[in-house]
């Protein structure tokens, strides 16, 4: 049967659950512990795929085609197993769920209420999340005491009471700020938060506290008196230079040895090497290697966050330190055009809409004429396709539908918009703008003597989509002789899924988001290639 370790997190939000489950898992993974992770997102959409990024940041996807929460990118990093459908649960999935069921006459008549219907389903999703696996983290969203959270908490409170004592484990992650003026650190707001969690029914065993620096004994002593929590189970989260020391740190604090002992589980031998070995890595990386992120949501750096990772992976994979400059397309113009020069490569990521689109075309037409490597995804591949549709074919006007419908040279648009109704995967109307992309990891096969084919190695390969238009099938056969060729394909030749250009440093764009297979350890074929080439070019 699975033990449960609960991550809650109190005082100020963003304090770091996502990283703090990602790490703990890592650290028993790398025992030999079949482990799961799952997340609790309080808000009421069905999942966050129609949230702006600048709100929530990016939306990840999974193989299997779900739209979730970015904090599952970290625990596919860090962990290395694959997440799913089950492993993001938002209110809006759980009451959807319950609204069916009564519609259906399952609860045969009853008062549906919070208690015990959405809570029941609650558990039920989390038992459904982290089955066959010895250890399931669950981390619950939002901050202790916000009133959309209340049913996940009273849901995880049921589970430790229907459970034996040694299979249900409670952390608890918050703050301890630091006054300047006399430099105190004040455990105030952090006794605050216990005592909130505590009200509702759930006691923390192991306490993560937030701080520029390690805390000393006394504070620990004075925290663990005033919450009611073992002085051994107070633990510092101080901050770190990159999120990869983090489980470096707990490991050194023997937070997973104590939870072990708590949790009752065989003890298995601790691993942390290939955390030490990447971090020693990063740390010696010094050539630096100038990136320039040509997107849409800019000021918000999480908007793009495994993007981000992505690149950092790359970079350590080839000894560099990277700097990513983040530039508003909308800012991106004729008049200004050379700002770009300072680069030594360009990435234009994915994006919904035409706000700054112009720009981007703009960026991907300078990067190609004056050999700066390219790495589009997703839009930015449709990109390229405009650009060189409008500059070497002479399509005056080239567009994808998406920017504008009476385009005379729809190069990129709906499947269901092509003139020869060839069958694509597009489900729904556009209406309906929660399901009508294609989602998750479908498969690619790569054509020989290319660019992209040298990088996998293989014939077929399989990456994660997050898209609703294509590369207009009517149109391929007029970049035939040309310098753009269609490297990479799904189906019978019927989806373009990857162009690079010939006569080029290195120019690669691609219909699926790599981003979403990156590890730390490895990095990813394409990632690792562009910054190599963006080094060496510069």
């Given at each position: ?24 898992a ?11 992770l799952?997340k609790?997102?309080?808000?009421i959409?069905?999942?966050?795929g ?11 996807v999974?193989?299997?085609?779900a ?8 625990y596919?990093?860090f ?11 938002t209110?809006g ?6 609204i069916?069921?009564e ?11 919070v208690?015990?219907?959405v ?8 038992k ?9 983290f669950i981390?619950?969203?939002g901050?202790?005491g ?7 908490l ?12 040694s299979?249900?484990?409670?952390i608890?992650l ?12 004040k455990t105030?707001p ?6 909130e969690?505590?009200s509702?029914g ?7 506290c937030?701080a ?5 004994e006394?504070t ?6 005033f ?16 999120i990869?020391?983090?489980p ?8 997973d040895?104590?939870?072990l002992?708590k ?5 298995k ?23 320039g992120?040509?997107?849409?949501y ?10 981000n ?18 530039i ?7 008049r200004n ?26 960026t ?10 390219y790495?589009?995804?997703c ?20 567009n ?10 729809p ?5 269901s ?5 060839i069958?694509g995967?597009i489900k729904?109307?556009?209406?309906e ?10 498969k ?33 056969n007029?970049?035939?002789n ?30 699926f ?8 350890i490895k ?8 910054i ?7």
């Amino acid at each position: 049967m699975a033990r449960y370790i609960f991550i809650t997190g109190g005082v100020v939000s963003s304090l770091g659950k996502g990283i703090a489950a990602a790490s703990l898992a890592s650290l028993f993974k790398l025992r030999g512990y079949k482990v799961s992770l799952q997340k609790l997102d309080p808000y009421i959409n069905l999942d966050p795929g129609t949230m702006s990024p600048f709100q929530h940041g990016e939306v990840y996807v999974t193989d299997d085609g779900a739209e979730t929460d970015l904090d599952l990118g970290h625990y596919e990093r860090f962990v290395g197993i694959r997440m799913s459908q089950n492993s993001n649960v938002t209110a809006g999935r759980v009451y959807s769920n319950v609204i069916k069921k009564e519609r259906e006459g399952k609860y045969l008549g009853s008062t549906v209420q919070v208690i015990p219907h959405v809570t029941d389903e609650i558990k039920h999703l989390i038992k459904k999340g982290s089955s066959n696996v010895d250890i399931s983290f669950i981390e619950v969203g939002g901050t202790v005491g916000d009133i959309e959270s209340l049913p996940f908490l009273e849901a995880i409170r049921q589970l430790n009471m229907e459970m034996n004592d040694s299979h249900t484990l409670f952390i608890h992650l918050t703050l301890l700020p630091k006054v300047e003026v006399t430099n105190e650190i004040k455990t105030k707001p952090t006794q605050h938060s216990v005592k909130e969690l505590r009200s509702i029914g759930i006691q923390p065993d192991v306490l993560l506290c937030r701080a520029k620096d390690t805390i000393d004994e006394n504070t620990k002593n004075k925290i663990s008196l005033f919450t009611n929590v073992n002085k051994d189970a107070v633990f510092s989260a101080q901050d770190a230079k990159s999120i990869y020391e983090i489980p470096i740190f707990y490991k050194n604090q023997k937070v997973d040895e104590y939870i072990l002992k708590k949790l009752k589980v065989p003890y298995k031998k601790s691993v942390i090497r290939p955390w030490v070995t990447f971090t020693n890595k990063l740390n010696k990386c010094k050539r630096k290697v100038k990136i320039g992120m040509v997107g849409k949501y800019v000021d918000l750096a999480d908007s793009y966050k495994s993007l981000n990772e992505s690149l950092l992976h790359a970079s350590v994979q080839n000894n560099n330190a990277i700097e990513i400059d983040f530039i508003d397309s909308e800012d991106i113009a004729k008049r200004n055009i050379k700002k770009l020069n300072k680069l030594h490569g360009i990435v234009v990521p994915g994006g919904f809409g035409n706000r700054g689109v112009e720009g981007k075309i703009l960026t991907a037409n300078y990067a190609r004429i004056n050999n700066i490597p390219y790495l589009g995804i997703c839009l930015g591949m449709q990109i390229s396709v405009i650009e060189f549709a409008r500059n070497i074919l002479g399509l005056k006007n080239a567009n994808s539908t998406e920017f504008d419908l009476k385009t005379p040279h729809p190069v990129v648009s709906l499947v269901s918009e092509w003139e020869d109704n060839i069958k694509g995967t597009i489900k729904g109307n556009i209406d309906e703008l929660g399901g009508t992309m294609r989602l998750g990891a479908q498969k690619c096969t790569l054509i020989n003597n290319s660019l992209v084919h040298s990088l996998y190695k293989k014939n077929i390969i399989t990456e994660r989509h997050r898209h609703r238009y294509e590369v207009n099938n009517k149109y391929v056969n007029q970049f035939n002789n040309t310098d753009l060729i269609f490297s990479g394909y799904s189906g019978k030749k019927e989806l373009m899924e990857v162009l690079e250009i010939k006569n080029h440093p290195w120019y690669l764009a691609c219909q699926f988001h790599p981003e979403f297979t990156s590890s730390p350890i490895k990095g990813h074929p394409l990632f690792n290639s562009f910054i190599k080439s963006s080094y060496e070019t510069k």
